[in-house]
Structure formats: C-alpha cells, structure tokens
T-cell receptor, first 112, second 108 residues
Framework: DAGVIQSPRHEVTEMGQEVTLRCKPISGHDYLFWYRQTMMRGLELLIYFNNNVPIDDSGMPEDRFSAKMPNASFSTLKIQPSEPRDSAVYFC??????????FGPGTRLTVT | GENVEQHPSTLSVQEGDSAVIKCTYSDSASNYFPWYKQELGKRPQLIIDIRSNVGEKKDQRIAVTLNKTAKHFSLHITETQPEDSAVYFCAAHEKLTFGTGTRLTIIP
C-alpha cells in the first residue's frame, strides 16, 4: 500500500479563491481525519469520519471550511473563500478502528 | 472536551543522556495514548503507544509510562542519538486531542 495520499503537496492561491485539498486513505481503514498544523496553534483536529460519516466537526474553524467523504477511498477539504490566516500545512490521516493513525505527507497551503 | 498539556515545549540533552517528556490529560474516559515523532518538514509518525490497561510499555530505547489516577503519561528516551532530534507530540485518543509538542534537540 502506498500509504495515505494527499494532493496537491503545495498550493498557493490568492485570498478569496476556493481551495480544495484531496486525500486518499489507506485501503481498509475506516477512520479518516483532517488536521491543520501551524506554528501558533500546533496540530489541530478539524474533522473526522468513520465509515464515510462525519463524526465530529467541532474543530472546523468556520463555515468557510467544509469536508466530504463520498466513498471509502476519497475525501476533500474545501475552503471557500480562502483567507491568509488559512495558510498552514493540512494533514490527512487514516486508521483502522481507533488505533494508530497514519498521516499523509501533508498539503502546504499559502494564501496571499 | 479533552485537554492535553505537554511539557516542556523545548528540551536539549547531550547525546547519550536520557530525555523525558510529560503530558497530562483531563478526560478520565481516555484509554489510548499515542506518541508521535515529527521530523522537520515531515509527517507525524507513531513511535509508541499505550492503552489504559497497561502502566508501562517499552520498545528498545523508548518507553512510555501511564498513571491513570493522576491522569498523566510520559515518554522516556534513553541513550539519545542525534537522529532523535525532532518534535514529539503526545495525544489522548478519546477526543483525538494532541499536546502542543516538544522540540527535542540532541547535542552531539
């Protein structure tokens, strides 16, 4: 297995634009997590899914953020409209039941 | 919700010495406590974990201890090496809450 796959690896966009981050979890894993990492706030859980169903989205900062998981092998995190303060590294992770989480390589987002 | 506090935020030790990082958590229902290592520019990776029915777990130079009564757990790294330099995160899994991280620097 190639591990958790994220795309793009880097994204630079202008304020106000829509940004879509993509994640493919490890096959067979039933949990998927989205995290945001910044120097100021550390590693924050944004939302997680179990069997494609969102379980806890209390970490989503505001309505500009949305996440979907249409099937077991794909998830998206969308920011619309983007703002400079959204600049961060966004990690996707997956796990089997509630065990070890395997992180993807991350997407470094820069909003100018 | 769960609150995880991690100390210290930075730690420098001489190569060969031991390093200890401590975390406390607030939710007594938490039952899984992983530790992740993140090297510069890389993703977090699990290095060791412990469940609430065990008080200590060891894997070569790395060990984790858990005190459920006091709600704290610690990471111990012995015989530190330069490649141990990284940021370490603890987490209390029940609420998927990570600590703020400890930047460990091993001084050759």
């Amino acid at each position: 297995d190639a591990g958790v796959i994220q795309s793009p690896r880097h994204e630079v966009t202008e304020m106000g634009q829509e940004v879509t981050l993509r994640c493919k979890p490890i096959s067979g894993h039933d949990y998927l997590f989205w995290y945001r990492q910044t120097m100021m706030r550390g590693l924050e859980l944004l939302i997680y899914f179990n069997n494609n169903v969102p379980i806890d989205d209390s970490g989503m900062p505001e309505d500009r953020f949305s996440a979907k998981m249409p099937n077991a092998s794909f998830s998206t995190l969308k920011i619309q409209p983007s703002e400079p303060r959204d600049s961060a590294v966004y990690f996707c992770a997956s796990s089997l039941t509630s065990g070890e989480q395997y992180f993807g390589p991350g997407t470094r987002l820069t909003v100018t | 919700g769960e609150n995880v506090e991690q100390h210290p935020s930075t730690l420098s030790v001489q190569e060969g010495d031991s390093a200890v990082i401590k975390c406390t958590y607030s939710d007594s229902a938490s039952n899984y406590f992983p530790w992740y290592k993140q090297e510069l520019g890389k993703r977090p990776q699990l290095i060791i974990d412990i469940r609430s029915n065990v008080g200590e777990k060891k894997d070569q130079r790395i060990a984790v201890t858990l005190n459920k009564t006091a709600k704290h757990f610690s990471l111990h790294i012995t015989e530190t090496q330069p490649e141990d330099s990284a940021v370490y995160f603890c987490a209390a899994h029940e609420k998927l809450t990570f600590g703020t991280g400890t930047r460990l620097t091993i001084i050759p």
